[in-house]
């Protein structure tokens, strides 16, 4: 592979270029949704999103990190698409952490076949060594609090708010190219219509009886200071965590103003202990459902659609993206007990209020056994696999 006046010749076929000006941005957001359209379970996100996502300025992560997005062509044509990006605070956690040192991404990656994609991963790999980097851990868009690994088990559903979905054929293709797998993260599925088993009902029961617990339902009056209640519970519950990168303070805003309309009050918990917030535990309900539905797009008439289900949403499932508990608490039964109490309140208000049958929980990492015995013990079982893939370079 040669540099070429800024692009970068894969073979006599194809050419990967620099994303440098806002046409490139443009091609690329448009290959996202031109190559999965056949795709029955692929999710069209909102375009503006996407956007948002890309773009320093608007993106807090854009803050602290370094990005190069590329594209590549065959025969003038865009047939794929990568970026390659470093994260300043990735970079200052512990090597024993998953990222540390060295240590650089690439992500959104998608291409029309493997000598595209090989094409794509080299490139990324050579601007990443380029900035100093010695490792690969890949694929993250862009975060590891956004849609972190490439999905390794479950095309045959559709994803939930904020995961991702892949082509099958990549994990054959990203293997093939040197990487091995780092980590695996696993969402779990459960029929929330059916109450928990016995042992978790007289584990809820007994900590319903406990006076010094109390469980309550965040306040959307308060949102700032729920938001950051939640997430300095969040930083402090993860912060051992394999690939763990804390939240700043332009993010915490960024996040609690993107997440505000899926905010309901009942299902969004925050335990207290002796009066102070121990633990939380967030549901939102699934966006992607009426997401499918409108293709993606807002106008002419996706904008009616998405506001009328987000004043009051319906649907099958909802999804725990999040839950936390502080890392005092963390080896005891109480946290687990804290976790069982939220769960059991939020599957009754889920079922009865929004009409939802199904919950959703995670990501989880596969080493994680505190919260693998807890979606054990309520029944859940695995329904969707993402590997978080690594390579030295």
Known sequence: MTLNKGSIVANAEITVTPVTDKAGLNAFI?????????????????RSEVVEMLTPGKNPFHDHARMQLFLAHRGGEVVGRISAHIDELALTQPAEQGMGPGTG???????????????????????LRGQGMTRVLAPLSLSV?????????????????????????????????????????????????????????????SGERNERIRIRQVEVKHFDREARIICEILNDAWSDNWGFVPFTEAEIAHTGKKLKPLVREDLIMI?????????????LPNLNEPLKAIGGKLFPFGWARLLWWLRKPKGET?????????????????????????????????????????????WILDDNQGMVAIADAIESTINKEYTIYEKGL
């Open 105 to 127: 991404n690439w992500g959104l990656f998608e291409a029309s076949d493997e000598a595209v994609g090989r094409a794509l991963i080299d490139a990324a790999e050579q601007w």
């Open 318 to 362: 909802m999804r725990v993206p999040l839950m936390g508990v502080l890392k005092e608490y963390q080896s005891s039964r109480l946290a687990s007990q804290l976790a069982f109490m939220m769960i059991e309140y939020i599957r009754r208000n889920a079922n009865a209020h929004y009409g939802s049958t199904r919950g959703e929980i995670g």
């Open 145 to 205: 609090w956004e849609e972190p690994g490439l999905l390794t088990k479950g095309h045959d559903h559709p994803p939930t708010v904020m995961m991702g979905h892949d082509n099958p054929a990549y994990q054959g293709w990203i293997e093939g190219d040197g990487y091995t797998p780092a980590k695996k993260l696993a969402t779990y599925a459960l029929d929330i219509t059916q109450e928990f088993p016995p042992l978790i009902k007289r584990i809820v029961q």
């Open 271 to 283: 335990a207290e202990y002796d009066g102070r917030p121990v633990a939380f535990m967030m549901t």
């Open 30 to 46: 448009d290959l996202g949704y031109r190559l999965n359209r056949s795709d029955p379970n692929w999710v069209p996100p909102l």
